[in-house]
């Protein structure tokens, strides 16, 4: 079974030179309960571009632009208890977009400083790569979580 094909975007601010990123609390399906970024799966035909600018706008009713995407890289998730849970996840961040984040069926949205993530009601391996992508850095990783589909049984960087 092949992995699916995810996107995701970080919005990113300063408030009062606070840097802040977009987090959402997922309410429904995959994750539920948990502090997630936004975004979701690529359909047929889309590009991970695409999917996100999509997957923002019908989670938080944010416009943005693929001029306004910063590519992040690649997370490979691998779940060997659940193989169907595999992802391959496309990230993105951007500092500019339209209209303010608003609430879904799908996505409570929240603004978080960038120094004090919600780690605690995140999936166990954000803090693997999220405070890279935020500082503005690419990422490629895979990694693999153990066999409660929880916590994290490895974590490879296969950038040089």
């Known amino acids: 079974m092949a992995a699916a094909a995810v996107a995701l975007c970080f919005l990113l601010r300063e408030v009062d030179g606070v840097p802040q990123v977009l987090l959402g609390l997922k309410k429904t399906g995959f994750g539920c309960g948990k502090i997630v970024g936004i975004g979701g799966h690529v359909e ?5 571009a695409e999917a996100v600018i999509r997957e923002v706008r ?3 009713d944010v416009g943005l632009r693929l001029e306004d995407l910063r590519d992040a890289g690649v997370v490979r998730f691998v779940f060997p208890a659940k193989p169907e849970w595999d992802m391959d ?3 993105f961040t951007a500092v500019c977009w339209e209209g303010e984040p608003i609430e879904s069926i799908e996505i409570a949205p929240a603004w978080f400083d960038t120094a004090a993530l919600p780690v605690d009601r995140m999936w166990q391996d954000a803090d693997h790569w999220l405070p890279v992508v935020l500082e503005g850095g690419r990422v490629n990783i895979v990694v693999t979580m153990d066999n409660d589909n929880e916590a994290v049984a490895s974590s490879e960087s296969l950038l040089p």
């Not at 047929?44 to 991970?48: I, Q, S």
């Open 44 to 48: 047929a035909g889309e590009t991970a």
């Open 89 to 91: 996840t496309r990230l």
């Open 58 to 60: 019908e989670e938080t």
